[in-house]
Each structure stands twice: as structure tokens, then as C-alpha cells.
């Protein structure tokens, strides 16, 4: 059945608009339910951790902001216009594929895989957005890719392919990629899942860097309790598909008020 | 009548046919490539009516004989008013039949690259044609490299036919030596040892060199 989308604002207005918003989302693969209802803002320049057992929705949060993923219900939302559906005669219609492409290059993401680009190396890997969507001369591309390479301690690896780097020299370059867009919103599922313990740290160090220097808006889905205590600003437990419970950091891992939060967090806590 | 002999006899006879198989094989080699991309591209159109034209068409040439294919173009077309050289009809055929089985692969090779690529392209806001350009294919065509390796032996090795029509090629050159000689073990054996000399010391070298190139591009070499 067709949702009526005229209860949804065309954009949203007022002093406190979030950089993003779910609002009343849905996703289901047939009869199974993987977000319900899920209502969700993050505000500009925040940093909030998404965290929840397997098959809790987390990841599919974020492959819906980017748009990997098609929503059944509700209304995305990022700098107040609607990311995942489009203004047509006064009402929100599905967005088509020409308005979806602008829209989602306000968002950056990053992957558990990396996904570098095998062919290309470090460098080109971080100019060919750039080039190809934005429009930048290679001049301009090239050195917005050096300036982001040195950012995340790469530049001395910056024509080597992918297959010559390591899981975290990868991830690093990775984030200097979708860095090269300048996005509003960047998004980061699992990026430390598929590193070796021992460089782990390099990219949650990069990523402490975007956080405390500059300010970008961030939704990261980790595994690590520690680095989301560290770095974010609010913390979101889900599980079932719905937000169980979210707070600040100190008082969500302190204090965890959910049943179900605290048996999450003492079954992590055991494992580590 | 010594090998040697026979070679200063007739050799200029199979150079000639050997020319005309060499350029047989390049035309057959460039329809094949041309073909086996359209519809292998088609074969992943989102659109059924294209998908199912390019799949009809693969299903034909390769569920048929490329001799019979070879004889309909040569003797039935001209039924429906169409007389096509005998040169064109031979590169023809073997060109489209073998660019059914290349667009499989060229199919095949593009759905081996990782998801990823696809959704680290998609959320740079890369277009279809820009992600499908710039990323999938130059990635796919290293894939399906060494398959093509296979099929482009396979297509010099089926040119041979095309002397059935009369194509003046080493083949066509070796049966009229044959049966003005009746020196088979020269004519074929030589006609054998030049196929061998084409696939084995000029496309397999031609290939791995391509291979080692392309690997050495996406710095696996």
C-alpha cells in the first residue's frame, strides 16, 4: 500500500533543524521487519555511536542515509531537505535517480571493506570523485587528495595500489576518499571489523581527529565499546530493529538503563 | 620430391593463405570483441525486452553450429536477396558466433566484481555510466582476461572453416594443394604447424602480455 506522504514537510525550518533526520523510517525485506518506525536526529557537527548485537539494524541505518538501501516507509532527511524523497507539486514523492545522486553527495561513507578502488592508486583513488562528480580540474583534485592524504598519514604511500597497503593504511586512504567530497555527514560502518588488533588504532586515531578538529557530523557503527565511549557525543543501542535505549556515552555505558542494553554490555564485557 | 622442395614449390601459396587467415582472424577478432560486449552489457540491462533480446541471441549462436551458421549466411541469405562477399560472410559468422560466447564472459565478468566497488562508487555519487566505466569495467576486463585468452585460440582455430565458402585461407590453400598434390602429410602437416605457429608463438605470447600489463595496473604485479 502506497504511504501518504502529505504529513511530511517539504523541508524542515526553524533555528534547531538537524543535520538528520529519520523520520518515521521503515525498512522490511518481505516479512521480515529490519527498522520500525525508527525516529532519529543527529545535530550538526555531532558525533553519535550506533552499537547492538547482529541483526539489531544498525548497519542498514546507515546503508539507508547513503541510500545503498531503498526505505518502505517514512522520510529521510539531511540539511533539513528530504534525502530520500523529492518536493513534486507540493508534496514528497519518491526521489528519482538524478535527485538521489545529488542528494546523497552531502554524505560520505566508509566501509568495513574498505572498498578501495584495486585499479587506482592512493592518490587517484581520492581524485576520482572528485573529477567525475564534482567537477574539479585534476590540478584541484590533486591537491585536495594530497592535502587528505597527509591528514590521515598517507602521503608517502600515495601512488601505491591498494593489494601494496595494509588493512589500516587502506581504511586510512579510504577516509581521505570520501573526505575528498566534503560532505556534511560521514558515515563509518564497522571500519575498524575487518583491521588486525594492532592497527586499529590508526584509524580510530584518524577518526578522533575528524571529531575533535573538525567537527564533521558523524554516524559510526562500531564494535568497540571503548573507542565509542571515547569520541562520540551520544550513543544509540539498537536492538530488535528500534533504538532500545540512547544517551550520552558516560551515563548510556555507565548506567544503562534497558535490560537489554545492560545484558549487551556485560555479554561485551565479557567477551573482551 | 623432398619437404624442402615441396616448401619452394608451394611455400608462397601458403603465405598467401596464411595472410588471408591472419586478417580473417583480426576482422572475426573485432566483430567478436564489439558483439561480445553490446550483449554482454545488454545481458545486465535493468530493461527485460533488452535483456531478453541480448540472452535470445547468445542462446542461438551457441546452442548452433558455427558451420551451419556459416552455410546460412552463404546460402540462404542470398534467397532473401541479401549476396554477401564471401570474405565478409566468413568474418561474419565467426565473429558473431564467437561474440555470443565472449559476451557471456563479458557478463560473467562484470558480475564478479565485488558488490563493494560498486556501493564505494555509488557513494561517491558516481553516475551508472561513470561507475560502469571508470570502475566496473576496467576491473571486469581483468577478470576476464585469461577466459579471453581461451576464446580468441578458439576463434583463429574456427576461421578454417571459412574455406568452405571458398575464403582463399591457409586451410582453403592446403585442401586445393591437397588434392593437386595428393601430398596430404605435407599440406595439412604444414597447414598444422602454421595454426600452432599463430596461436602458440603470437596470441598466447600477445595475452599473457596483456595479462602482465593489466596486472601490473592494478598493482598486482
Not at chain 1, 598517507?154 to 576518499?177: E, F, N, T, Y
Amino acid at each position: 500500500m502506497m504511504e501518504d506522504l502529505s504529513s511530511y514537510p517539504l523541508e524542515l525550518v526553524g533555528p534547531d533543524i538537524p543535520m538528520v533526520r529519520f523520520m518515521k523510517v521503515r525498512k522490511s525485506y518481505g516479512d521480515l521487519i529490519v527498522l520500525d518506525n525508527l525516529n532519529l536526529d543527529v545535530a550538526p557537527s555531532e558525533m553519535v555511536s550506533i552499537i547492538g548485537p547482529s541483526g539489531s539494524g544498525k548497519t542498514t541505518v546507515l546503508r539507508m542515509l547513503m541510500t545503498l538501501e531503498t526505505i518502505n516507509g517514512g522520510v529521510i532527511y539531511v540539511d533539513g531537505k528530504p534525502l530520500t524523497h523529492m518536493p513534486k507539486n507540493g508534496v514528497l514523492v519518491r526521489a528519482d535517480a538524478k535527485y538521489l545522486r545529488k542528494a546523497r553527495s552531502s554524505i560520505g561513507m566508509c566501509f568495513q571493506h574498505f572498498n578501495l578502488f584495486p585499479h587506482m592508486t592512493a592518490l587517484q583513488n581520492c581524485m576520482e570523485g572528485p573529477v567525475l562528480v564534482l567537477g574539479l580540474s585534476r590540478r584541484e583534485a590533486r591537491e585536495r587528495a594530497e592535502e587528505l592524504l597527509l591528514m590521515v598519514g598517507m602521503i608517502d604511500k600515495k601512488d601505491q595500489h591498494p593489494s601494496r597497503l595494509s588493512g589500516g593504511q587502506q581504511q586510512r586512504v579510504a577516509i581521505a576518499r570520501a573526505l575528498a567530497m566534503r560532505p556534511k555527514v560521514m558515515l563509518f560502518d564497522e571500519v575498524t571489523s575487518a583491521l588486525d588488533p594492532e592497527v586499529i588504532g590508526e584509524v580510530t586515531n584518524v577518526i578522533k581527529d575528524l571529531v575533535f578538529k573538525h567537527r564533521l557530523t558523524m554516524l559510526m557503527v562500531t564494535h568497540q565499546m571503548g573507542f565509542a565511549r571515547d569520541i562520540s557525543d551520544r550513543v544509540c543501542f539498537f536492538y530488535g530493529g528500534k533504538i532500545e535505549e540512547q544517551d550520552s556515552p558516560a551515563e548510556l555505558f555507565s548506567n544503562p538503563k534497558s535490560k537489554r542494553t545492560q545484558q549487551f554490555l556485560s555479554a561485551v564485557k565479557a567477551a573482551d | 620430391m623432398t619437404y624442402t622442395s615441396f616448401l619452394a614449390d608451394y611455400g608462397s601459396r601458403f603465405v598467401d593463405g596464411a595472410l588471408v587467415t591472419a586478417i580473417q582472424f583480426l576482422c572475426s577478432l573485432g566483430l567478436a570483441v564489439l558483439v561480445a560486449n553490446l550483449f554482454g552489457l545488454m545481458m545486465l540491462s535493468s530493461n527485460p525486452v533488452v535483456r531478453r533480446a541480448a540472452v535470445g541471441y547468445v542462446e542461438f549462436f551457441r546452442g548452433t553450429s558455427l558451420l551451419v551458421q556459416l552455410f546460412w549466411l552463404f546460402y540462404v541469405l542470398p534467397l532473401f536477396g541479401i549476396t554477401l562477399d564471401n570474405f565478409l560472410t566468413g568474418f561474419l559468422a565467426v565473429g558473431l558466433n564467437l561474440g555470443a560466447y565472449g559476451a557471456e564472459l563479458v557478463r560473467g565478468a562484470i558480475q564478479s566484481v565485488p558488490r563493494g566497488q560498486w556501493e564505494a562508487s555509488y557513494a561517491l555519487s558516481m553516475s551508472p555510466a561513470q561507475q560502469m566505466r571508470k570502475i566496473i569495467i576496467p576491473q571486469a576486463f581483468v577478470i576476464m582476461l585469461p577466459a579471453w585468452g581461451n576464446l580468441v585460440v578458439e576463434l583463429l582455430k574456427s576461421t578454417a572453416l571459412v574455406a568452405l565458402i571458398a575464403v582463399p585461407d591457409l586451410m582453403f590453400e592446403a585442401r586445393q594443394l591437397n588434392s593437386s598434390t595428393y601430398l596430404s602429410t605435407w599440406t595439412f602437416g604444414t597447414a598444422l604447424i602454421i595454426y600452432y605457429v599463430f596461436s602458440r608463438f603470437l596470441i598466447t605470447p600477445c595475452m599473457r602480455w596483456t595479462e602482465r600489463i593489466m596486472a601490473r595496473r592494478i598493482g598486482r604485479a
